[in-house]
C-alpha cells in the first residue's frame, strides 16, 4: 500500500471531508443552498471548524465563481480555483487543491457544487440546450445540429464497427448501475430494468436508448482536502489522495484522432505511476457515465482490459457489487443514482465513502470481509473532451 501522494518532497493529503446535499428531486431550495447543505455537511463529518478552511474549488454558478459561492458559504479563502472542464472539472480540481496543499499555499480546501438542473427545466426557469455554443471552433458543428449526446452515440458506434462490441453489451452498463442503484437509498431510480428494457426504450441518438443515457436530477456534493498535520485533528481516519493525472484532447470532432480512446487513458496512467500503483491494484472504480458507453471505454483506457475487450469486460454483472469482477459506480452512477450536471465530485463522495465502510447503498468487501484498500475516480469532461482521474487509498 503506498504511502506517499502524488506531490513528492511536500505534505501528503487526504480527504477528510465528504457528503451530499439533498439529491434526486429537489423542488424547493436553489444552487446555493444546495451548495451550503453539502458543504456543511462535509465539515460536520470532518469534524473541522469552518475557520480551518483557507482554500475554495468551486465551478457552474455565479458570474464570478468561485467569488460568489465563498460569499455565499461566508469565507474568504487564500487559494481559490474556478477550473472548468465539464464532468471531470472535480477530479481536476482535486489535483489542484493536492498540490496547493503539499505546497503549503493552503492548509484546508473545500471542493463544493450544487445543481437544480432538473428543478429549473420542471419550473420552467431553462430549457435544455442542444449545443454548448456556436463560437469559436464549435461554429464549424453546432449549424449542423451535432448534439452532446450524437457526439457520444458516433464514438460508440465507432467502437462497435472496430472491436464488435455490441448494444447488449452496452446495456449491460446500465443494467448493472442499476443494480448498484438498487442498495442506494438515496439513488433516484431503484427498480430493476432488462437488457432487453433498454434496447426497447425510445431512441435518442443511435445507438443510444433512453436507459442508456443519465438521469437529469438535482443535487450537490462536497469534499474536504487537508494537509497531513490537520489529519489528527479531524473525526474520521483520512483517505489519501495517492495520484491524479489530468489530460485534455479535442474539443471538435474533427480534432479526435481515435473515437475508441479517451484521454483517461492519458490521465488514468498518470495517476496510477504517481500512486504507485497498477490498474490490478485497484478494488473499485468510480467511473463519470453520463452514456453507457462512457463506462465501457474508459475501462479499457484506465487499463481494466485490453482495447476492444471492453464489451465482454461489462457481461456476466461483473460491474455490480459482489459480482465477482471490478464493482464500478457502486452507488447507482449517473445513470441511475444521480446526475445534476457536472457529476465528477460525486464520484469521489462515492470512493471515500466505499473505503471508509460506510457506503450508502451496498458495501464493497473483500473476500475476507475487510474493506478495500483502493480505489479509483475518473472524470470526463464535454464528449471526451477531457479527464480527471484520482487515486485514492486508506491507511
Same mark, same amino acid.
Given at each position: ?28 431550495? #436553489? ?17 473541522? !471548524?469552518?475557520?480551518?478552511?483557507? =482554500?475554495?474549488?468551486?465551478? =457552474? ?42 505546497? *503549503? ?8 457544487? *450544487? ?31 451535432? #448534439? ?20 447488449? %453489451? ?5 443494467? %448493472? ?18 437488457? /432487453?428494457?433498454?434496447?426497447? *426504450? ?7 436508448? &433512453? ?46 484522432? /481515435?473515437? +475508441? ?27 463519470? !457515465? ?7 471505454? &474508459? ?7 485490453? &482495447? ?7 457481461? &456476466? ?12 459506480? +457502486? ?22 465513502? %466505499?473505503? $471508509? ?7 464493497? $468487501? $473483500? ?11 475518473? *472524470? ?8 480527471? +482521474? ?6
Amino acid at each position: 500500500m503506498p504511502t506517499t501522494s502524488r506531490n513528492r518532497g511536500g505534505r501528503r493529503v487526504a480527504v477528510v471531508g465528504a457528503a451530499l446535499s439533498d439529491s434526486g428531486r429537489v423542488d424547493e431550495a #436553489t444552487p446555493y443552498a444546495l451548495h451550503a447543505q453539502a458543504a456543511r455537511r462535509a465539515l460536520a463529518d470532518s469534524g473541522l !471548524d469552518r475557520s480551518a478552511i483557507d =482554500g475554495l474549488a468551486s465551478a =457552474g454558478l455565479g458570474t464570478l465563481a468561485p467569488v460568489e459561492v465563498a460569499e455565499y458559504l461566508g469565507l474568504r479563502p487564500r487559494w481559490v480555483d474556478s477550473t472548468a472542464v465539464g464532468g471531470a472539472t472535480w477530479e481536476v480540481m482535486a489535483a489542484h487543491a493536492a498540490d496547493a496543499i503539499a505546497a *503549503g499555499h493552503a492548509d484546508v480546501v473545500l471542493l463544493v457544487y *450544487g445543481s437544480t438542473a432538473r428543478a429549473d427545466i420542471k419550473a420552467r426557469r431553462r430549457t435544455s440546450n442542444l449545443s454548448f455554443g456556436a463560437r469559436g471552433p464549435l461554429q464549424f458543428e453546432a449549424p449542423y445540429g451535432h #448534439t452532446l449526446v450524437a457526439k457520444y452515440a458516433m464514438a460508440a458506434r465507432r467502437h462497435m464497427h472496430e472491436y464488435g462490441t455490441t448494444l447488449e %453489451q452496452l446495456a449491460e452498463v446500465a443494467v %448493472q448501475a442499476r443494480a448498484n442503484a438498487a442498495h442506494n437509498p438515496e439513488a433516484m431510480f431503484r427498480e430493476p430494468i432488462t437488457v /432487453d428494457e433498454v434496447l426497447a *426504450g425510445p431512441m435518442i441518438a443511435d445507438p443510444f436508448t &433512453k436507459l442508456h443515457c443519465c438521469i437529469r436530477s438535482d443535487g450537490g456534493c462536497a469534499v474536504l482536502l487537508a494537509a497531513e498535520d490537520r489529519v489528527p485533528d479531524t473525526a474520521k481516519a483520512p483517505v489519501w489522495i495517492l495520484g491524479t493525472g489530468e489530460h485534455v484532447s479535442h474539443t471538435t470532432m474533427s480534432e479526435w484522432e /481515435d473515437f +475508441t480512446v479517451s484521454p483517461a487513458a492519458v490521465s488514468g496512467r498518470l495517476a496510477f505511476e504517481r500512486a504507485g500503483v497498477r490498474p490490478e491494484d485497484i478494488e473499485l472504480a468510480q467511473i463519470y !457515465d453520463a452514456f453507457t458507453y462512457m463506462t465501457l471505454v &474508459k475501462l479499457e483506457d484506465l487499463g481494466f482490459c485490453a &482495447k476492444g475487450e471492453g464489451g465482454a469486460f461489462v457481461e &456476466k454483472g461483473r460491474l455490480t457489487v459482489g459480482g465477482g469482477g471490478l464493482p464500478v459506480n +457502486t452507488d447507482g452512477g449517473g445513470l441511475s443514482a444521480c446526475h445534476p450536471g457536472m457529476r465528477g465530485l460525486f464520484l469521489l463522495v462515492e470512493a471515500v465513502r %466505499q473505503l $471508509r465502510g460506510e457506503a450508502t447503498g451496498a458495501q464493497v $468487501r $473483500r473476500p475476507d470481509g475487510s474493506l478495500p484498500e483502493l480505489a479509483v475516480a475518473s *472524470g470526463t469532461g464535454g464528449w471526451f473532451c477531457s479527464s480527471g +482521474t484520482v487515486v485514492l487509498g486508506r491507511g
